[in-house]
């Protein structure tokens, strides 16, 4: 990976700064922070405070604030460039020489550009939600069934966008934008045929998608007509938007105090987490459209160190969390791993709130499994182990499952624990 904001957003969703200052401040947690005595003076009262979830360090006794960049900058007399290097390695990132600087500039110019073009159609298809909500029927009905209320509504910025092919594409140009850099903003569609440009998201409800930084970067829609193929779909991959790295939900989660618990729940689908939202687990995220990838497990520690994973109960939601539970296996450390919650059969945590079945659903998340538990059931769950081959059979998968595990403390404890069921 080469030089530039790609890369410093890596290493940040990669590394926590508790973890980086740790190494030279002993800290102690203090309700979401940490606190320990300022590595840059000699103080007896700590005022040294770390915040994993925004992401900087903050010394009240010299005025010193940043990032773990500045810290390692600053603690061991490093340029920006060593800094990176430095922490990237930490983070096995590979990273290339070479860099740049007229090229990233003008990258960053671009950037910029998409920014500005989907915060103002984040705005307009507010606007046209709005409107329709006075008018549409249809939408209203829709709205009312999901329990997409007036607070749901604002809280996740949902929107609309018309019918015609062409509206979007038209506000825009009226903003003075170009063709280009709207067709780089993954809101237009090129027709194969003829080449004409079609609104990706025409007639679809909005659910505007955020980076980690409360910045809109894409948008999903879903479909209000039958005639309309797929029914959820996605911006494409951006200069601002790689699917498999944000969570939807996470900026609605970051700014609710339940965070606080320690609770962080993975769904698979935006009404999923919109439901939850509205029945008071205001801490659930999902993945957007593709299968859950560690980058987002990982960025998920930052508020939670076990994330419970709480896919749909049909066979597709039961296989990703087969293959969730062996795709963390490299990543998992001390204090760090997963818990699982297996849903019944057909249902996603949507379909039991709307079935009034929100009881049931807080009993199932209550009896979550840990990792290590999910992986073991996996393996023994209604089968027999009543021959020397099949017991061989059943420690081979185990070794297989432990090889996996790269932390010498948590493998031991698994080599352990597997040995005790065994």
Same mark, same amino acid.
């Given at each position: &990976? ?10 940040? &969703? ?11 401040? $002993? ?25 994993? #979830? ?20 600053? @603690? ?9 290097? $430095? ?15 007229? $090229? ?10 998409? *920014? ?12 046209? =939600? !709005? ?23 604002? @809280? ?35 027709? %194969?045929? /003829? ?35 797929? *029914? ?5 991959? @951006? ?23 320690? /609770? =962080? ?18 801490? @659930? ?10 980058? #987002?497990?990982?960025?998920?520690? %930052? ?8 896919? /749909?109960? /049909? ?17 998992? !450390? ?7 919650? #297996? ?13 009034? !079945? ?9 009896? *979550?499994?840990? =990792? ?21 059979? =059943?420690?081979? $998968? ?25």
């Amino acid at each position: &990976m080469k030089f530039g904001n790609q890369l410093i957003e890596e290493i940040k &969703m990669r590394l926590k700064v508790s973890d980086i200052v740790a190494r030279k401040v $002993k800290l102690k947690p203090r309700g979401e922070e940490f606190v320990g005595l300022s590595p840059f003076s000699n103080e007896k009262t700590p005022s040294f405070t770390v915040s994993d #979830q925004k992401g900087f360090y903050h010394c009240f006794s010299t005025g010193e604030h940043g990032s773990i960049f500045d810290f390692i900058m600053k @603690t061991e007399n490093l340029t920006f460039k060593e800094a990176v290097k $430095k922490l990237a390695k930490e983070a096995n990132i590979r990273i290339e020489d070479g860099f740049n600087q007229t $090229k990233n500039i003008e990258q960053i110019n671009k950037i910029n550009v998409l *920014k500005e073009i989907l915060k103002e159609t984040c705005k307009w298809y507010q606007e046209n =939600l !709005k409107r329709e909500l006075k008018t549409n029927s249809f939408i209203n009905e829709l709205f009312k069934k999901r329990n997409f209320n007036r607070n749901i509504i604002e @809280t996740f910025h949902l929107g609309f966008a018309p019918k015609s092919f062409e509206a979007t594409y038209n506000f825009l140009k009226s903003k003075n934008f170009t063709t280009q850099d709207i067709l780089d903003s993954g809101l237009l569609i090129v027709s %194969q045929k /003829d080449k004409k440009k079609y609104d990706r998201f025409n007639n679809r409800i909005i659910f505007p998608i955020f980076d980690y930084y409360s910045n809109v970067v894409a948008f999903g829609g879903r479909a209000l007509s039958k005639k309309q193929v797929v *029914k959820y779909i996605n911006s494409p991959s @951006t200069l601002l938007y790689k699917k498999g790295d944000l969570l939807f939900g996470w900026k609605q989660s970051k700014d609710e105090t339940t965070l606080n618990n320690n /609770d =962080l729940f993975i769904v698979e689908g935006y009404t999923d987490v919109i439901s939850m939202h509205n029945i008071g687990f205001k801490n @659930t995220v999902a993945p957007l459209g593709t299968a859950l990838t560690d980058k #987002q497990i990982i960025k998920s520690w %930052q508020v939670s160190n076990e994330p419970t994973i709480c896919m /749909d109960g /049909d066979t597709a939601g039961i296989k990703a969390a087969e293959r969730i539970s062996e795709l963390i296996l490299p990543f998992i !450390k001390p204090g760090y791993s997963l818990n699982f919650v #297996q849903l019944p059969t057909d249902q996603d945590p949507d379909s039991l709130i709307l079935l009034n !079945k929100v009881n049931q659903l807080n009993l199932l998340l209550k009896n *979550k499994i840990s =990792l290590v538990d999910f992986l073991w059931n996996k393996l023994v769950f209604g089968k027999n182990f009543n021959t020397p081959e099949k017991k061989a059979a =059943l420690d081979e $998968k185990l070794k297989d499952i432990i090889n996996k595990i790269k932390d010498y403390k948590v493998r031991k404890n698994y080599i352990s624990f597997f040995k005790q069921k065994f």
